[in-house]
């Protein structure tokens, strides 16, 4: 029983277009992040957020939003899709407020093709 | 600079050999140090982590990681390799000097043959 929900599992899209991942934790986590994995680049830190706040953003494109309208929920947009952004994006949270030494817990991931 | 690397983006071992995964880090602090293990076609999940303390860690599924100040590693090793520990793993570090970010390892896929 996933306790951290990606939807969708698989998302194609076209170049151009925008589309929303979305990312529930039922952990009662106050952190959470976006991860992206890509052939490129195997894990790459993207945004850290802090009761829904956000911490940390390494994603030098505007074209990357996150979104928390709940403490559980973190969704992430991207808008003006590429082909280089086909990646999977690994959502994740952790228990206190984002310290280094906190254990990371993940979602599946939403695998990402742009056409 | 802090930063982690995996000198290894590929090993290959028997089933029931002995295994070691090299870790090297970089950090001027006390680091805070992971390994993490990503299944196919899943997230990652924590195998073990060392904050302070004894040097050796155990984790999960027989797993075992040495910290070593002196060599700036923290390497990851099993007795016994079984087929199910196909996967790829990643070595990450954390620490208080470190802007609160983490930095993770290219990570290491770990093939087991029958």
């Known amino acids: 029983d996933p306790k951290i929900i990606q939807k969708p599992k698989y998302l194609v899209a076209v170049t151009g277009s925008e589309k929303i991942l979305i990312c529930e934790q039922y952990?009662?986590?106050?952190?959470m992040y976006w991860y992206r994995q890509s052939a490129k680049k195997p894990l790459e830190f993207m945004f850290s957020?802090?009761?829904?706040?956000?911490?940390d953003n390494q994603t030098a494109s505007s074209r990357f939003q996150p979104q928390s309208s709940k403490k559980n929920h973190l969704d992430l947009q991207i808008t003006a899709l590429k082909p280089d952004d086909s990646a999977t994006y690994f959502c994740?949270?952790?228990?206190?407020?984002?310290?280094?030494?906190?254990?990371?817990?993940f979602g599946h991931g939403t695998k990402l093709s742009v056409l | 600079a802090q930063s982690v690397t995996q000198p290894d983006a590929r090993v290959t071992v028997s089933e029931g050999a002995s295994l070691q995964l090299r870790c090297k880090y970089s950090y001027s602090g006390t680091p805070y140090l992971f390994w993490y293990v990503q299944y196919p076609r899943q997230g990652l999940q924590l195998l073990l982590k060392y904050y302070s303390g004894d040097p050796v860690v155990q984790g999960v599924n027989g797993f075992e990681a040495e910290f070593s100040k002196s060599n700036s590693s923290f390497h990851l090793r099993k007795a016994s390799v079984h087929w199910s520990d196909s996967a790829v793993y990643f070595c990450v570090l954390g620490g208080l000097r470190s802007n609160n970010r983490i930095f993770f390892g290219d990570g290491t896929q770990l093939v087991v043959k029958p």
């Open positions: 957020y802090s009761y829904q706040k956000l911490m």
């Open positions: 994740a949270s952790s228990p206190g407020t984002g310290r280094t030494n906190e254990r990371l817990f």
């Open positions: 952990l009662g986590h106050n952190a």
